[in-house]
């Protein structure tokens, strides 16, 4: 589909950097989409770090969570190493239980996704289009 958004991010070192992420909208199966990140160790020590993707409130007059843990990969570097982490986000996570169907419901819209290291630690914003 597109990008995501870098959100600036407040001062301090990390040993790790990640260039712009990638979604990517899937239509059939169970992967509704996937998000790839560029992840590159800038630190002199051997190190980890785990991507999560985050998704807001579904388009949906159903009451869904403010923000869902979508997916997440852990990824381990050598120094300079790079590496590109690429997580799916299954259909199930982007549908919502309808009672009066007795079915999951997949809506179709904007999904807001976020990705970082927390929740509290977005480095990207972007959307993905439900169809």
């Given at each position: 589909?597109?990008?995501?958004?870098?959100?600036?991010?407040?001062?301090?070192?990390?040993?790790?950097?990640?260039?712009?992420?990638?979604?990517?909208?899937r239509?059939?199966?169970?992967?509704a989409?996937?998000?790839?990140?560029?992840?590159?160790?800038?630190?002199?020590?051997?190190?980890?770090?785990?991507?999560?993707?985050?998704?807001?409130?579904?388009?949906?007059?159903?009451?869904?969570?403010?923000?869902?843990?979508?997916?997440?990969?852990?990824v381990?570097?050598?120094?300079?190493?790079?590496?590109?982490?690429?997580?799916?986000?299954?259909?199930?996570?982007?549908?919502?239980?309808?009672?009066?169907?007795?079915?999951?419901?997949?809506?179709?819209?904007?999904?807001?996704?976020?990705?970082?290291?927390?929740?509290?630690?977005?480095?990207?914003?972007?959307?993905?289009?439900?169809?």
């Amino acid at each position: 589909m597109g990008g995501l958004v870098r959100r600036e991010r407040g001062s301090g070192t990390q040993s790790h950097q990640r260039p712009p992420a990638r979604v990517t909208s899937r239509g059939r199966g169970d992967t509704a989409a996937e998000v790839s990140v560029d992840v590159r160790n800038t630190g002199s020590r051997t190190g980890s770090d785990v991507v999560q993707v985050y998704v807001e409130p579904l388009p949906t007059s159903v009451d869904t969570p403010a923000k869902t843990l979508a997916g997440f990969a852990r990824v381990s570097l050598e120094p300079g190493e790079r590496t590109t982490a690429t997580i799916e986000i299954s259909r199930r996570t982007l549908s919502y239980w309808a009672e009066a169907k007795n079915r999951w419901v997949t809506p179709t819209g904007k999904v807001p996704v976020y990705v970082g290291s927390s929740a509290a630690d977005v480095q990207y914003a972007g959307a993905i289009t439900l169809t």
